[in-house]
C-alpha cells in the first residue's frame, strides 16, 4: 500500500495546471510560510514582564499595539499552514510505502521537533541555572520528558513546537483522512471545532482545531478553493477578516467577553479561518509582485526560523531590552515592531553558520530544506530535496 508523501514543510506536489500558473502557485504556498511565521514571533514577542505586570498593562496603548500585532498576523499562522498542509497531502502524486512515509515524517516533522525542544532546555534552561534569565528548568523526569516530546501539554520553552507535534499526528492519519469522503473530512473538521470550543482536552491532539484546519485543506484541494479565494478582489477577502479582528478587539479590550469563555475561542477560530483567507490572498499577491524575490530568497530559513525563535527571544529577548526597556517604555514599540525581522535575520544567520560548519546538522535541523543543491551556485533545495528554489517566470508574474 502506498501513501502521500508530501507535507507542509516540503514543496508543493505537481498539479494539472499550466507551467507559469503553477510556478506562481510553488511561490504563493512559500510566501505563505514566510508571512505566516513572521506572524508567529508576534504571537511569542519579548515583554520583559510577567503575571500581572504584564495583565495591568493590556489596556495601555503599548499593551493594545502588542494584542493588535498578534490579532493581526499572529492569528493566521496555524490555520493557513494546516490548511495549506493538507492541501498538499491531497494532491501529492508521489507514493510511498508505509514504512518510507513514516520514516520521511520522523526525519523532517518529529526529529527536528526533539532537537529543538532539546536544545531549548540545555540553552535557555541553562542560562536561568546561571541566573541569566528568568526561564523554566528542569524539575522532574516527567517534566524533561513531556518538554521534549509535547506529550501531555504545551512545551514550557518552545510553546510554538505542539503545533509540529500535532502535525506529525495528522501526518500519520493523513492515509486514512485523505481517503475520506468529503462530507465526512467536513464532520471531522467540525468536531475539532467543537472541542476546541468546548475546551476539551484531546490527549491524542493538543489543539484539535489543527486537525479541523487540516480536514479542510484537503477539501479546499478537492473543490479548487485555492484559485476561487485568490480570485477574489482583495477587499472582499479583507473584509470577513477585518470585520472578525475589529469585533474580537473591541470585545477584548472592553471586557465583554474573558479568554476562556466558549464564546471567545468561537470568536477566535472565526477570527483565525478569516485570517488564513485574508492572507492566502495576499500571499497569491505577492507572488506576482517584485516583493516575491526577495520573500522566496528567505523562505528556506523559515522553518529553522519556526523551530528557533523561541530560544532566541529567551536569550537575546533580555539583552536588548536592556536598551529598549520593557514593555510601557518609550523604545519598546520600535523594539516590537522589529522582532519578526530581526528574528528572521537571525535565523538566516544561524543557518548560514550551522551549514558552514555541518551540512548535515544543517539539513536536519531545517526539516531537509537547508540541504546543499545539487546545482552549481550553492542554491537551497526545498525541504524534500525535489523542487529547488527559483525565480518565477516573467509571464507568472503578469
Not at 506529525?168 to 475520506?180: G, N, W
Not at 536592556?322 to 537571525?346: E, H, K
Amino acid at each position: 500500500m502506498y501513501f502521500p508523501h508530501t507535507t507542509l514543510f516540503d514543496s508543493p506536489a505537481p498539479v494539472a495546471a499550466p507551467a507559469p500558473d503553477q510556478d506562481r502557485l510553488t511561490s504563493a504556498i512559500k510566501i505563505a510560510r514566510v508571512i505566516c511565521i513572521m506572524g508567529v514571533v508576534y504571537v511569542h514577542a519579548w515583554t520583559g514582564l510577567v503575571g500581572h505586570n504584564l495583565t495591568d498593562l493590556d489596556h495601555s496603548a503599548q499593551g493594545m499595539l502588542r494584542w493588535t500585532l498578534m490579532e493581526l498576523f499572529g492569528h493566521s499562522a496555524v490555520p493557513l499552514l494546516s490548511i495549506i498542509s493538507g492541501w498538499l497531502v491531497a494532491g501529492s502524486l508521489r507514493k510511498r510505502t508505509w514504512r518510507q512515509f513514516l520514516l520521511n515524517k520522523m526525519r523532517t516533522i518529529l526529529a527536528p521537533m526533539l532537537l529543538w525542544n532539546a536544545l531549548a532546555i540545555l540553552f535557555v534552561s541553562s542560562a536561568a541555572w546561571l541566573g541569566w534569565i528568568e526561564a523554566p528548568m528542569p524539575t522532574t523526569l516527567r517534566w524533561t520528558v513531556d518538554e521534549l516530546f509535547c506529550l501531555w501539554t504545551p512545551d514550557d520553552i518552545n510553546v510554538q513546537m505542539p503545533f509540529l507535534r500535532d502535525l506529525f499526528v495528522c501526518m500519520l492519519a493523513a492515509p486514512l483522512i485523505v481517503r475520506m469522503p468529503s462530507r465526512v473530512l467536513a464532520m471531522l473538521s467540525l468536531a475539532g471545532f467543537g472541542l476546541t470550543v468546548a475546551g476539551y482536552q484531546v490527549f491524542i491532539l493538543l489543539r484539535p482545531s489543527i486537525l479541523s484546519f487540516f480536514a479542510i485543506g484537503i477539501i479546499a484541494r478537492r473543490v479548487g478553493a485555492h484559485r476561487k479565494v485568490a480570485a477574489w478582489p482583495i477587499a472582499l477577502s479583507a473584509l470577513p477578516y477585518t470585520a472578525m479582528a475589529a469585533l474580537n478587539i473591541w470585545l477584548q479590550a472592553t471586557g465583554s467577553i474573558t479568554d476562556s469563555s466558549q464564546l471567545a475561542s468561537a470568536l477566535d477560530l472565526a477570527t483565525r479561518a478569516t485570517a488564513a483567507l485574508f492572507y492566502w490572498a495576499v500571499a497569491w499577491r505577492l507572488s506576482a509582485s517584485r516583493l516575491s524575490a526577495p520573500l522566496l530568497r528567505i523562505e528556506p530559513y523559515a522553518f529553522l526560523m519556526f523551530c528557533s525563535h523561541l530560544i532566541m527571544i529567551w536569550l537575546l529577548g533580555p539583552l536588548i531590552g536592556r536598551v529598549t526597556g520593557p514593555l510601557g517604555s518609550p523604545l519598546y514599540p520600535a523594539f516590537l515592531l522589529l522582532q519578526p525581522i530581526l528574528v528572521m535575520l537571525a535565523a538566516i544567520g544561524l543557518g548560514r553558520a550551522i551549514r558552514l560548519c555541518s551540512p548535515p546538522a544543517a539539513k536536519m535541523l531545517s526539516g531537509g530544506r537547508l540541504a546543499p543543491s545539487r546545482e552549481k551556485g550553492g542554491a537551497f533545495s526545498a525541504a524534500g530535496g525535489n523542487v529547488l528554489l527559483r525565480p518565477i517566470p516573467a509571464a507568472a508574474r503578469g
